[in-house]
């Protein structure tokens, strides 16, 4: 087993010394609020689908109802999730001033509801949308409403079609990626969690940092094209990794 308490005190050590440290998490951190992975298999009813589908701005244009019967599914365990040990961790970090904030792929909002202040959310979330014409917001709830006539849920101002603001592939990136970017200039420490860093750019973060001098604490279930650039790597689930070091910050 990799987790040894020596990779440990590094992380703790790492976190101590850095004067700009982010996080940057991934879906291995909503897996243990029991969201599931949509990209990989094992989310029952859906399991046989192409996220491309129902992931892609292609699939929302093209079969809009087949993408909010998804949506809708998704909806349901999204709402439902609760913050768990890694974003509470990440939360009381920030609090103690070990930590800047996290930049996230997540598009659940469990880091804001845990408490973080400083959250970059590179590829949206759902709990907001709006009109792809005019813009005008609208909630997800909003949203459904609209949606439960024929699937298309269309804009009260410009009846322009509605849809959720999370990034689908094929979309350009949300305001907040940027800005993410540019404020890991100062970043001298990156702490990767639940990511197997394979979606771009985002992942693009980690030599972004490496390429300025900043450390890189790597923690994921499995190994990622990406463990040679870290200074620390640790292949566990964060359930047997962030209580241990709750432990030790
Ligand atoms: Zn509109």
């Given at each position: 087993v990799d987790?040894?308490?020596k990779k440990l005190q590094d992380i703790v050590e790492l976190l101590r010394e850095a004067q700009h440290a982010w996080a940057f998490t991934g879906a291995g951190v909503s897996t243990e609020s029991?969201?599931?992975?949509?990209?990989s298999a094992n989310s029952g009813l859906w399991s046989?689908?192409?996220?491309?589908?129902?992931?892609?701005?292609?699939?929302?244009?093209?079969?809009?109802?087949?993408?909010?019967?998804?949506?809708?599914w998704r909806f349901g365990i999204l709402s439902q999730a609760k913050p768990n040990h890694t974003h509470h961790w990440l939360a009381d970090l920030e609090q103690k001033e070990l930590l800047q904030g996290v930049m996230t792929q997540n598009i659940d909002g469990l880091h804001r509801k845990s408490g973080s202040q400083a959250v970059y959310e590179?590829?949206?979330?759902?709990?907001?949308?709006?009109?792809i014409q005019c813009q005008h917001p609208y909630t997800i709830e909003q949203i459904f409403e609209r949606a439960q006539a024929d699937g298309h849920p269309h804009c009260d101002q410009c009846s322009g079609l509605l849809k959720p603001n999370v990034t689908l592939f094929g979309e350009s990136l949300p305001e907040?990626?940027?800005?993410?970017?540019v404020e890991l200039g100062q970043c001298d420490l990156l702490l990767v969690l639940g990511t197997s860093l394979e979606v771009f750019p985002a992942a693009e973060?980690?030599?972004q940092v490496k390429h300025r001098g900043g450390r890189v604490v790597l923690i994921n279930a499995e190994a990622t094209g990406m463990d040679g650039l870290?200074?620390?790597?640790v292949h566990n689930k964060l359930k047997d990794v962030i209580p241990a070091l709750i432990e030790m910050v």
């Open positions: 987790l040894s308490v029991g969201i599931p992975d949509f990209r046989e689908i192409d996220p491309m589908e129902v992931a892609s701005v292609e699939g929302f244009l093209h079969d809009t109802p087949r993408f909010y019967e998804f949506w809708r590179l590829h949206g979330c759902y709990e907001q949308g709006s009109c907040a990626f940027y800005e993410a970017f973060m980690v030599p870290a200074d620390v790597v």
